[in-house]
């Protein structure tokens, strides 16, 4: 696996609310799987690298033999019906790397049996370093 951080990229290729209500566990974010504001607001300014690219949110990945079962990447570039780049958005920690959660996601798609080999671009909302590029 080849991990590259993209500074400066330009984001088209170039260069919680608690409750506990009902449940003993701790739901974060009243949005669910799509992310708080600051999440949404990255994944919603996802564009597709050329014409004829067209982004799919939320797309399905099964994982079996994962850390899940199945994940969701908050976004993929699809050309002529085939996945060209993979986006996952999410926290950094203070060394500048995916927080937990986020790599065990990158790792469970990487290793799904619909991975193609395509490059994962995970885009922090919470530091300005520009995108983590994880190649297969």
Do not use: W
């Not at 600051?38 to 850390?67: L, W």
Request: aromatic share 10%; glycine share 12%; charged share 20%.
């Amino acid at each position: 696996v080849l991990v590259h951080n993209a500074k400066n990229y330009d984001g088209n290729g170039n260069t919680g609310v608690g409750n506990t209500q009902g449940s003993s566990k701790r739901i974060t974010n009243r949005n669910g799987r799509k992310g708080g504001e600051a999440h949404q607001s990255v994944v919603n300014n996802i564009k597709a690298s050329n014409a004829s690219g067209k982004i799919v949110r939320e797309h399905y990945f099964r994982t079996p033999g994962g850390t899940k079962n199945y994940r969701f990447a908050d976004a993929v570039e699809m050309v002529n019906g085939n996945i060209k780049r993979i986006y996952q958005v999410g926290k950094v920690n203070k060394n500048g790397l995916p927080v937990l959660r986020e790599s065990l996601a990158i790792y469970d798609i990487m290793n799904s049996p619909k991975y193609n080999g395509a490059p994962i671009y995970f885009l922090p909302y919470n530091a300005n370093i520009g995108p983590i590029i994880y190649t297969y």
